[in-house]
T-cell receptor, first 114, second 115 residues
Framework: AAGVIQSPRHLIKEKRETATLKCYPI?????VYWYQQGPGQDPQFLIS???????DKGSIPDRFSAQQFSDYHSELNMSSLELGDSALYFC?????????????FGPGTRLTVT | DAKTTQPPSMDCAEGRAANLPCNHS???????VYWYRQIHSQGPQYIIH???NNETNEMASLIITEDRKSSTLILPHATLRDTAVYYC????????????????FGKGTKLSVKP
């Protein structure tokens, strides 16, 4: 079965640079969630989208923004990168519109800021 | 959302059942219990969820006590590949309002399956 696709899988950036992470949800899923997992920490919710509209917002820094496009893929844009942004970034998708709230996660993007 | 308490770590012998407990004593009537696991640095994986009845799927069984204040995830025949951090998460039934569906991960239980 098709899974959530994230690209790139690894990304190295320098401080103050920008980064864009992409997420392709499972086909026909209508909801995308973004999570950040720092070293040795548990995943923390950043932001979610349902039917291309922002649905919920968590601990996402103002330097970050995200959107969901007409084809349901989502991008997380990160600017003025800081060393503390080094983390695994997971995208998950789900079928909220059908009343199903389990989330299916991608393999993650490992961002390293130097 | 109700808080959950899980033991930080557990060991299990390969081939034996792994029983992972979770306490959610403040759970309210419209909140579900979800279980996810994360194998080292991989994306979390959905396992199972339930409201008040016991549930079983191809991965695991979920036993919820009658008062719903605790639950147990059972992996019937643990394998080395089941070594992971297991998260018990309580979430409102979104059909009756509540949060928009994001997961709040606690510390979880690190399960080590040993040969």
């Amino acid at each position: 079965a098709a899974g959530v696709i994230q690209s790139p899988r690894h990304l190295i950036k320098e401080k103050r640079e920008t980064a864009t992470l992409k997420c392709y949800p499972i086909p026909r899923h209508d909801t995308v969630y973004w999570y950040q997992q720092g070293p040795g920490q548990d995943p923390q919710f950043l932001i979610s989208f349902y039917e291309k509209m922002q649905s919920d917002k968590g601990s996402i820094p103002d330097r970050f923004s995200a959107q969901q496009f007409s084809d349901y893929h989502s991008e997380l844009n990160m600017s003025s990168l800081e060393l503390g942004d080094s983390a695994l970034y997971f995208c998950a998708s789900g079928l909220k519109g059908q009343g199903r709230y389990e989330q299916y996660f991608g393999p993650g993007t490992r961002l390293t800021v130097t | 959302d109700a808080k959950t308490t899980q033991p930080p770590s557990m060991d299990c012998a390969e081939g034996r059942a792994a029983n992972l407990p979770c306490n959610h004593s403040t759970i309210s009537g419209n909140e579900y219990v979800y279980w996810y696991r994360q194998i080292h640095s991989q994306g979390p994986q959905y396992i199972i969820h339930g409201l008040k009845n016991n549930e079983t799927n191809e991965m695991a069984s979920l036993i919820i006590t009658e008062d719903r204040k605790s639950s147990t995830l059972i992996l019937p025949h643990a394998t080395l590949r089941d070594t992971a951090v297991y998260y018990c998460i309580v979430r409102p039934n979104m059909n009756y309002g509540g949060s928009q569906g994001n997961l709040i991960f606690g510390k979880g239980t690190k399960l080590s399956v040993k040969p």
